[in-house]
């Protein structure tokens, strides 16, 4: 079955101090992952994509499918960092994404 | 120039009643959804729709249907509306697959 797994529900970090919010996906098949972003009271964002390889806001993620993870790493949270992160896979013709149930970032000053 | 737009912001209404809410996306996507989130931040994706295709989530009631007028619209009627649908609903779209989705600001439904 496709699932992807957000162990933490919430996550409490101070500013400054390194972050990382997992993600784990079951998929038998070439899987191609996101994380999106909600700050409060704004509408869902894309952050990354595994495939573009590259850095957002200080945010990486790379897949490890040994491992099925696509964790999210930063290595100084920021206050503005603070909001939801859901970890998403795509699957189907019409490519649905299939989200995790997310995690509150909360970076405390 | 808002890329992709919903209204009602805000819906409160009575069990029974039947709603509907508008999605417009202005970007030239293919392709469009319907995500609902619930009370516990949970997403799920509802339906995708393109010009060839209407796929839908099988755990959707049949009360809920998408009706696309036009490539650049995608509205959710919902009927006989029920204590359990009270959400925030998200309409979404992309270029095409595999491709960033863009959001809606979501709108919140309340059934009393």
């Known amino acids: 079955a496709q699932r992807v797994t957000q162990p933490e529900k919430l996550l409490s970090v101070f500013k400054g101090a390194p972050v990382e919010l997992k993600c784990n996906y079951s998929y038998s098949g070439s899987p191609e992952l996101f994380w999106y972003v909600q700050y409060s009271r704004q509408r869902l964002q894309l952050l990354l994509r595994h495939i573009s390889r590259e850095s957002i806001k200080g945010f990486t993620a790379d897949l490890n499918k040994g491992e099925t993870s696509f964790h999210l790493k930063k290595p100084f949270a920021q206050e503005e960092d603070s909001a939801m992160y859901y970890c998403a896979l795509i699957t189907g013709s019409q490519g649905n994404l299939i989200f995790g149930k997310g995690t509150k970032l909360s970076v405390k000053p | 120039d808002t890329a992709v737009s919903q209204t009602p912001k805000y819906l409160v209404t009575q069990m029974g009643n039947d709603k509907s809410i508008k999605c417009e996306q202005n970007?030239?996507?293919?392709?469009m959804y319907w995500y609902k989130q619930d009370s516990k931040k949970f997403l799920k994706i509802m339906f995708s729709?393109?010009?060839?295709?209407?796929?839908i989530n099988e755990t959707v009631p049949n009360r809920f249907s998408p009706k696309s007028p036009d490539k650049a619209h995608l509205n959710l009627h919902i009927n006989s509306l029920e204590l359990g649908d009270s959400a925030v609903y998200f309409c979404?779209?992309?270029?095409?697959?595999?491709?960033?989705?863009?959001f809606g600001p979501g709108t919140r439904l309340t059934v009393l």
């Open positions: 729709y393109n010009n060839k295709e209407l796929i």
């Open positions: 979404a779209s992309t270029l095409k697959w595999g491709n960033e989705q863009f």
């Open positions: 970007l030239g996507h293919d392709t």
